[in-house]
């Protein structure tokens, strides 16, 4: 196998390569039955069918020796940039231990670890297989490039470089290198107990599930909305959009007294809609601004709620409380986001005087007009009447 695209190889004392599935008590070596056995293609998808082409056949062996080639050529400059002002030379590193640690639709992301300098570095590095995986890696690495230029916190995931290797018989693997956010994880719902309601469950390897507690569950909806609407752009309304909780696009740490939570994937970020080319006036431009933020608020009061019962099981819905969680996360961004032009109030505060005004029914028919868009599964519109009710009375009470 041999890289491709943009990258140089350096003169340097080539790395011991190790590895593992998803712990490190599970080595793989190439006379390791694992070895050659298929990669799987993909944990079940968000809406039941993909619309990915099917990933080429690769082993699991194989995949392991794309991801070495990758960070022995094309990473390596991707690696050196990562660790650009940090005061280790990456050349010191005896072994990089490469992890295999999910199966998404159109990803297989690999962990990737070394001890330099007598600091451990951790890495991700997602893979793509399928056509239309590759062409993903490749806008995705370029959006997230952009979003954390433009955006000077950050809650998303630095990139280093993207590149394509070849797996053998042709078949071009296209990777990017980019952070791993240590100690955080993916978090699902699940049944508390037969015929019990939902709860949220922490999937740390490392340590075992745990359950959230009530108030941690509305933090981390608090915060994933907050994040959200971070990164919606008041001028071009542009927004985060296809991200999904049962494809662990959020993680979370629990450390300190509240939930931390991160993205790590942005496949797509594009207007929320057509926007008009030109304002009449101020007052004209804040009605539209007004308008997308609703629309964007129910989206995300929506989309926060359905799940995958312990993340590849039949859709679920979670409980009400989310809904008032993702309301003050979102308002919460937009008190810290500058105002795009002079306003009489704070935006939250006008954003907060519009939504009053907004009836059960109005609600209803919006969110019905966002799920078909947006989430089209069968049984979401029996959900809907009782989604917009409680959005309504969250609402009133602002």
């Not at 190889?9 to 011991?16: N, Q």
């Not at 809650?155 to 070849?166: I, K, S």
Request: aromatic share 10%; net charge positive; with cysteine.
């Amino acid at each position: 196998m041999g890289p491709t695209g943009r990258g140089s190889r350096r003169s340097r004392t080539k790395p011991r390569f190790a590895y593992f599935l998803e712990t490190a008590d599970q080595p793989v070596t190439p006379g390791h039955p694992v070895w050659v056995r298929p990669l799987p293609l993909s944990r079940r998808s968000f809406s039941g069918a993909s619309d990915a082409a099917p990933a080429v056949f690769l082993s699991i062996g194989k995949y392991f020796e794309a991801v070495r080639t990758f960070l022995e050529g094309i990473g390596w400059d991707a690696i050196l940039r990562s660790l650009a002002g940090k005061g280790v030379d990456a050349s010191s590193a005896e072994t990089f231990r490469i992890f295999l640690v999910k199966h998404g639709e159109y990803y297989h992301p690999a962990r990737v670890e070394a001890e330099i300098e007598g600091r451990t570095f951790h890495w991700v590095v997602n893979v793509a297989l399928s056509t239309a995986g590759r062409s993903l890696l490749f806008k995705e690495h370029a959006i997230l490039e952009r979003l954390n230029r433009e955006f000077r916190v950050s809650y998303l995931p630095q990139v280093y470089g993207a590149g394509e290797v070849d797996a053998g018989h042709g078949h071009l693997v296209a990777m990017f290198l980019g952070q791993w956010f240590c100690g955080f994880h993916e978090f699902h719902l699940t049944r508390k107990a037969p015929d019990t309601g939902l709860a949220l469950v922490l999937w740390d390897v490392e340590n075992g599930p745990r359950h959230l507690d009530c108030g941690d569950a509305r933090a981390v909806y608090h915060e994933a909305a907050r994040i959200l609407t971070h990164y919606f752009n008041l001028i071009t309304l542009e927004g985060i959009g296809a991200w999904h909780h049962a494809a662990g696009d959020f993680v979370i740490r629990l450390r300190g007294a509240h939930p931390e939570v991160r993205l790590v994937t942005v496949r797509e970020y594009r207007p929320l809609f057509r926007a008009r080319e030109k304002f009449g006036d101020r007052a004209d431009h804040l009605q539209t601004l007004l308008e997308a933020l609703l629309i964007f608020l129910l989206h995300i009061s929506i989309r926060t709620r359905l799940d995958r019962l312990d993340g590849t099981g039949d859709m679920v819905w979670s409980e009400s409380a989310a809904v008032e969680a993702t309301v003050t996360g979102m308002l919460a961004g937009l008190a810290e986001k500058p105002p795009p032009f002079e306003l009489p109030l704070p935006l939250n505060q006008l954003f907060q005087r519009y939504l009053a005004s907004c009836s059960a029914g109005d609600l209803m028919v919006l969110c019905r007009g966002i799920a078909a868009k947006a989430c089209p599964l069968g049984r979401l519109e029996t959900r809907l009447k009782e989604h917009a009710a409680t959005l309504a009375g969250v609402l009133s009470r602002q």
